[in-house]
């Protein structure tokens, strides 16, 4: 039987594709009985894995012998030799190296953000004449009060909520989206043209006539204009209804601005400065605004600074604002802004969201913590 360094070459091969793991191998030196008349060169080579792909190093000649038909043991150098049956057919060994533990990877998370709420969206009630109303005091100058303690005002819907605040000494007026109510005697009901659909024109002239008949003394004009689900008008379609429905009662009533939100531009204090561009001319005697922005007072008391200035320096209604959070944090908000509002020469009038049951009331007219606070808080 004949073995050439072809024979071993091939006999490597096949074992290095059946067993080669992940790793480093060695081909070693193994002892063989050979039959031939020709010269035997034993040969070592290394074979090194790179994870991928395969790679051999060069064949290391380590003992030549010439056999003469004799069989003939060939020691391999520098290792004891045992011998191999002739039977048995020569194949390369290899030894494995223990595999490394896998280097654990991990993952990092983005943040997840959760977009921001937005504020409940107030659908007016239906519509309906003035039945009665108690007049309030003379007109004052544009934007003002008559006193410190008298901004505070009832955004609501179900006018028979609002008993439960007539004790109060710091609010004088409400507003109900719409352009009609018959309200507690001693505030002012304040009209608000709700949009520029005709389901909001149409009755508007004679509902806000008969409001400054009855006493009335300020109209508020388009619901968040800036925004898609409430008004939804552009600066100069707001300006143009504003001049069309609003400016006919210059002179008869203090007219406040279209109620922007606190949405980035082109919304909020952006639209506000562009609608102002628009009606140009138009008599404006106060600004009005919404804010839901979290609980953050300095904040709040800042972006009203930022108002005050957008609105060309005139007074200003927070007709809706609210802060985040249960009842506490709510409570905390609103003890600490109430004093600074009221104290606030930029601040005309402002009102909560809203008197509700399950905010400024808990149970029929019953006040919350949080409506007890709105109403009494000096």
């Known amino acids: 039987m004949r073995y050439s360094i072809s024979n071993l070459a091939i006999a490597a091969s096949s074992l290095l594709v059946k067993e080669v793991l992940a790793g480093r191998y060695d081909v070693r030196k193994r002892d063989l009985y050979v039959v031939t008349d020709e010269v035997i060169v034993t040969e070592q080579v290394t074979v090194y894995d790179f994870g991928t792909t395969l790679s051999t190093g060069g064949a290391r000649p380590i003992a030549t012998i010439t056999i003469d038909g004799t069989p003939v043991l060939v020691p391999a150098p520098s290792s004891p030799s045992t011998p191999v049956s002739p039977s048995t057919q020569p194949a390369a060994v290899f030894v494995q190296e223990p595999p490394k533990a896998p ?9 997840v953000v959760v977009p921001a ?9 239906t519509l309906v004449p003035v039945k009665s109303s108690t007049p309030a005091p003379a007109s004052t100058p544009a934007g003002t009060t008559t ?5 505070r005002g009832l955004a609501f819907n179900d006018v028979s909520l609002l008993s439960g605040f007539t004790g109060s000494k710091a609010i004088s007026w409400a507003y109900n989206w719409g352009n009609s109510a018959t309200i507690p005697s001693g505030w002012e009901f304040v009209p608000l ?17 008969k409001a400054i008949a009855a006493g009335s003394t300020h109209l508020m004009s388009m619901n968040e ?7 939804n008008l552009s600066p100069a379609a707001a ?6 429905y609003m400016m006919p009662f210059a002179g008869k009533a203090q007219l406040g601005s279209p109620a922007v939100t606190n949405g980035g531009s082109p919304m909020g ?4 400065g562009n609608f102002l561009t628009a009606c140009a001319g138009c008599q404006i005697d106060f600004v009005c605004i919404h804010w839901y922005n979290g609980g953050d007072a300095a904040a709040f008391m800042t972006y009203i600074d930022q108002a005050y200035t957008a609105g060309g320096n005139k007074p200003l209604w927070i007709t809706e604002f609210q802060a985040p959070g249960d009842v506490t944090a709510q409570n905390a ?3 600490t802004v109430l004093p600074q509002l009221d104290a606030s020469p930029k601040v005309a009038r402002y009102a909560y969201f809203m008197a509700s049951q399950g905010t400024l009331l808990s149970s029929g007219t019953s006040l919350s913590a949080l409506g007890n606070t709105f109403a009494f808080a000096g």
């Open 193 to 209: 043209l709700w949009g520029l659909s005709s389901t909001f024109t149409s009755g508007w002239n004679a509902a806000a006539t």
């Open 333 to 335: 908000f609103l003890e």
């Open 147 to 151: 006193s410190s303690s008298a901004k």
């Open 225 to 231: 204009p800036d925004l898609d689900s409430q008004a």
């Open 239 to 244: 300006a143009a209804g504003y001049k069309t």
């Open 103 to 111: 280097v654990p990877t991990t993952t990092t998370k983005a943040a």
């Open 269 to 272: 204090l952006t639209w506000l």
């Open 117 to 125: 709420t937005n504020p409940p969206v107030v659908v007016p009630t």
